[in-house]
């Protein structure tokens, strides 16, 4: 069973930056590769959206709200994704998420963004 391993998370103020890393633990190189992954979030009392998807060919996609400001990235050699999130704003506060699109995988634990003055 693939385990996803999320970090990076913690506190800031708004406009400051965070970088989200995430290990596909337990899945092997030629099963991660093909997948397109992705960045979700939870906010409290929201359900989980998606924000950022990369395909296996990087391309990308971003919703809107995060488009400009965050940037997904994977290195397949180390089965790990990406989320560099910048210019951060209260509404980002969250705990972010990675899994493949569309979810085929179990949740991982997340990790907690949260942005406040």
């Known amino acids: 069973q693939v385990q996803w391993v999320e970090s990076g998370g913690g506190l800031v103020q708004p406009g400051e930056s965070l970088r989200l890393s995430c290990k596909a633990s337990?899945?092997?190189?030629?099963?991660?590769?093909?997948?397109?992954m992705g960045w979700y979030r939870q906010a409290p009392g929201k359900e989980r959206e998606l924000v950022a998807r990369?395909?296996?060919?990087?391309?990308?996609d971003y919703v809107d709200s995060v488009k400009g400001r965050f940037t997904v990235s994977r290195d397949n050699s180390k089965k790990m994704v990406y989320l560099q999130l910048n210019s951060l704003k209260p509404e980002d506060t969250a705990v972010y998420y990675c899994n493949t699109v569309p979810v085929k995988k179990s949740w991982g634990q997340g990790t907690q963004v949260i942005v406040s003055s």
């Open positions: 990369i395909d296996s060919n990087h391309q990308t």
């Open positions: 337990r899945m092997i190189t030629s099963v991660f590769n093909p997948e397109s």
